[in-house]
């Protein structure tokens, strides 16, 4: 099989598992205490081969979520319980197509990149304030999951 081939073939599992992704994120703000529930928040990350460039792109296009009980801050104003949802594309990465998928562990690998772009990359949200005004609010991270499809 020559490398179009291949590359073509693997490309099919890839979109399989990689081409839509939906990932949660767990934030370290919690509520309803004693039994601590934490906020999450919920990610559609796409991921797509560019034959041409060689290269494996991934971003952001979604996410949603829910601010349960008042954040209050210091130095700036308090944000509300909201419900926040975000239609915007968020660049993720760009990575050599050989590094990942001609690896006979790749779908690991590349599991495991996605989850650490998303942690390193997303670190603010957009929400609103007491003042009704749009605030980049960042969020702490302790745990991002990405919740499987059922086939």
Request: net charge negative; hydrophobic share 40%; proline share 4%.
């Amino acid at each position: 099989m020559g490398m179009v081939e291949e590359l073509y073939a693997k490309r099919l599992i890839f979109d399989d598992f990689f081409k839509e992704v939906h990932i949660v994120l767990e934030s370290k703000n919690f509520y309803d205490y004693p039994t601590t529930k934490y906020d999450k928040y919920f990610f559609t990350v796409t991921c797509e081969i560019d034959f041409f460039e060689e290269e494996i792109q991934g971003k952001v296009t979604h996410y949603s979520g829910e601010i349960h009980k008042t954040i209050v801050r210091l130095f700036h104003p308090d944000i509300p319980p909201q419900l926040v949802e975000q239609k915007e594309t968020i660049p993720l990465f760009k990575v050599d197509v050989m590094e990942y998928l001609f690896d006979d562990n790749w779908h690991v690998e590349f599991r495991d990149f996605l989850l650490d772009s998303l942690y390193k990359e997303v670190r603010t949200i957009m929400v609103k304030n007491i003042n009704g005004e749009w605030v980049d609010y960042p969020i702490g991270i302790r745990k991002l999951e990405i919740l499987y499809k059922n086939n």
